[in-house]
Nanobody
């Protein structure tokens, strides 16, 4: 059974930064492409970023230039560094394989507000 645990969210002012972390048990992240998703209240879950096994990355247009997805193979962790945060970034953030191939974790809340 694979378990995903997201952490690092919180309340931040517009223009601020946060780094989210994704830890897993039961699998090794370096074997798979990994994604970050987010879901705001009343909205569908949205894909945000992807890191491939090659370490190539992709981002949704709203995140491009502000967010950076990365991984630490030694720690079996995936990260999402978020800079220049905007109120519209407010959501619960989740990590998973593309298409939600693993069971979803609890997510971590990011709130961007003055």
């Amino acid at each position: 059974q694979v378990h995903l645990v997201e952490s690092g969210g919180g309340l931040v002012q517009p223009g601020g930064s946060l780094t989210l972390s994704c830890a897993a048990s039961g699998t090794i992240f370096s074997f798979y492409a990994m994604d970050w998703y987010r879901q705001a209240p009343g909205k569908q879950r949205e894909w945000v970023a992807r890191i491939h096994t090659s370490d190539d990355t992709n981002y949704t247009d709203s995140a491009k230039g502000r967010f950076t997805i990365s991984r630490d193979i030694a720690k079996n962790m995936v990260y999402l560094q978020m800079n220049s945060l905007k109120p519209e970034d407010t959501a619960v953030y989740y990590c998973n394989r593309p298409w939600g191939s693993f069971p979803w974790g609890q997510g971590t809340q990011v709130t961007v507000s003055s």
